[in-house]
């Protein structure tokens, strides 16, 4: 088991990172009626271990039991009937689901599947000892809520508040701006900010004791760094040094992740050479990051970065900006591959003019 | 297919008047001389031919004005109240005529037919042949009387030209005039017989030779406009065939497709229009067969039910006549899973075992998809198997002998036009006659003349083409090389001719998505000039709109605004294409990227 899931806290009290959430949330459920809620913050923040806390919080050990389900839903859409298939994680008290992974029909899960998991009362829930009784209702946990389209929120509104007597929605997202403000405004929305170096530190120097590790100094401080404020990563990270040398010598490098590093030969070989050969060898190798399940939006960024750092400070600026604007064509379309080509492009062809224009 | 049931109508009852006429062996010999004489007449009496079944399919008076006014056909001045009953009676020569048949006078076809066997021969005649020449038959089948002194009378001198004594059952004796052209159809059927009956009589190189000149005295008939040798077609209003049926050949030697293509092996693929289906009618007519055609069925069931038909329907009546199968686009069939070509397979195994013995003549023609297996075991179907199939790969036909052909049925149609507009026409519609003949009809329902400005705008003569995605990827990425001077119709360049192509070309073939992937897939293996990368650029700018506005439509279900795609791709066209062939690939690698990330 990687240490990651290892050591995920179990309950709300386990929590460390975010205990002032941990404990409010606590509070929130177990005196009274829990609203709909919205998680929202940056990845490897613990998002989704408060989720998984408060479920176990609302209905003991048996939130934990899930199966996986690979489900598939004939809809009728008027003219025609539309197959859907959906990865389901769900216990006897939730179900969680990835609406936005069936893409562009996201609303037809959301106006069919939902309502309908929403509309069924769970009947054997009676006579739980231990909890109470206004926990006899399902709760949905809904994943990457700002990745469901315009529609499927709005057709989400009608549901949460129709069926708030039997059924509970825990939405999870990165970002709160692309949920529709109604959706927004009917949750309890919680922030989870990124954690803290200190507090990755913190987190690591905890696996270390009970994994029973000697950490050299200032190598806690080093992963937590490295890792980007995110704790997964961090974890990840330090598992990974763990499995290359043990014990930890004083000045052990962190390996970067292996993507990074293609991103950076990725933006060696633009700063080498530009032209239409070049990128279609870039862009095989942007295949290849985006087959191995590497996002194209982290694609893109992390590009930018190092391309910023081997830039002349005089395109520095503008490059960001088409950066910018090719990410924002890349959330509207859907084939990412199109779109960081395109940056990749005009990044070639801003830098071979000013190389024209300063050595001619 | 309108033209497969069009076809059909003519053809048994031909092919039962040679079953039962043809097997006297001297007649085949004559029948061969007198072949070459006649030919000139061919194409009038193939005019005649068509018009007569045509006109059947009307209603009933129409068919009896029609058979009057047909000059050919032959008129009897007085015919006695107790020839009335043969009228009707008859029902052998034209199709349409069982429907006027009543109950009591069919009975009567049998002794008819005795007597008009038995009556030539105690008269003069000069040509033993005569004796089982349609035109006795034709006497009855008048149905309406017409007093045309010049065509019967009851005295031979009173009559020029060749006369044959009728006696009616009254016992009155009338001499009837021969038509030239009936008697060149009886010689014609005959020779057909002749020729198939054993392989083949004549060397393959007097074939070759007189279908060389046949075509060439067509195109001299085409060319000269000269519309006096043609028959004067009185053709009522009502009167609507359709010209691709009307001008079907209805022998090898009218066919304007290569001549190898008729003689040898019968491959029967290509692009829709050339005549495919026209020409596995015609072979199996040539060699005697009634044609069954299963191309209305695609699934394997009612494909194996039709060929059970076909086979045990020929063991019942062993005297009837023998069927050849005609199985039009063949890959349609295949494209439902192998089921078809399996139920095929299977039959013509179990036919091999149990082999009737019958005529082994098999033409069979194959895609490219299951050559050799197939071919080796329809060599022994006892039945012919004609499969047609459409193949983009085939070469079209030369423009110039379709205009030809074009023009020689202007003429016909006494349809004003001009050579140009022929050839504009031709090439509009991509060499597809069929395609270029309804145009040509409906513009003559319109109006008298058609111009070249007409047939440009005319969106009739277009039809839907729709093409392989790597035909559109190598428009998209080819230029065309101007060799072939596009005459500029209506004042448009060349640039925006090639504009309409692409555009048509792209959204007949309607997956824009897969269109574009292969675009962006291709692009960047061109070898265009672009050392500042702004064409690329541009490219994948127009990509990524293209993405974008894909991904607007699928959401709101706009799907008007798809229209707008096309233009994408025509806009990379102008920026990228070359002269040189490119090298095309599929767009595997981001499919397989989709593969992993399902959109």
Redesign the interface.
Known sequence: MLWVDKYRPKTLDKITVHEDVAKNLKKLVTEQDCPHLLFYGPPGSGKKTLIMAVLRQMFGPGAEKVKIENKTWKIDAGTRTIDLELTTLSSTHHVELNPS?V??QDRYIVQEIIKEMARNRPIDTKGKKGYKDMYVMAVLVLNEVDKL?R?AQHSLRRTMEKYSASCRLILCCNSSSKVTEAVRSRCLNVRINAPTEEQIMGVLEFIGKKEGLQLPPGFAARIAAQSNRSLRRAILLFETCRVQQYPFINNQVIPPMDWEQYVSEIASDIMKE????R??LV??KL?EL??N?IPPEIILKRLLSELLKKLDAELKHEVCHWAAY?EH?MR????A???I??FV??F??IY??FL?ATFG | MDADMDMDIPLPEELEWLETNAFLPEEDEEEVELYTEEEEDHQQQQQQKQQIPDSSRTNPLGRSITAVLAPESISIADLSPVSENQINGKKRLWSGKDNSADASSSEKVSSDEKRNRIAPPGSEIDEDWLRFSPPMENIDETPVVVEEEKFVSRFASEIDGDCIPVTGPSGDRVYAKMSRVERNDVSKKLNIKGYSYGLIFEPINDLMQRVEQEAFTKVLQASSESPSDLIPLEIPVVNEQLWVDKYAPNSFTELLSDEQTNREVLLLCGPPGLGKTTLAHIAAKHCGYRVINASDDRSSSTIEAKILDVVQMNSVMADSKPKCLVIDEIDGALGEGKGAVEVILKMVAAEKKSDVGKENVSQEAQSGRKPSKQRRKTASLSRPVICICNDLFAPSLRPLRQVAKLQYICNKERFRTSSIALTALAEYTECDIRSCLNTLQFLNKKKETINVLEISSQVVGRKDISRSAFDVWKEVFQKRKMKRERKPFNGCNSMSSDFDLLHSLISNRGDYELTL?GI?EN????H?H?????K??KC??S??VS??M???I??TQKMSLRVYQPYIAITIRNLIAQVEKPNIEWPK??Q??LS????
């Open positions: 992974d893409g562009f389209s529609e530009q032209s239409p050969k990128l279609f862009r095989g295949y985006l087959i399940c090719y064509r509207l379309g859907q084939k591959i199109f779109h080509e395109a492009a005009k070639m062809s071979k003019a024209i | 992937d962006h692009i960047l293996q061109l265009y672009d050392p500042l990368m702004q690329t650029l994948l700018n990509l990524g993405d974008v894909h991904q607007y699928m959401r690698s981001f397989r990227y992993f990330h399902p959109i």
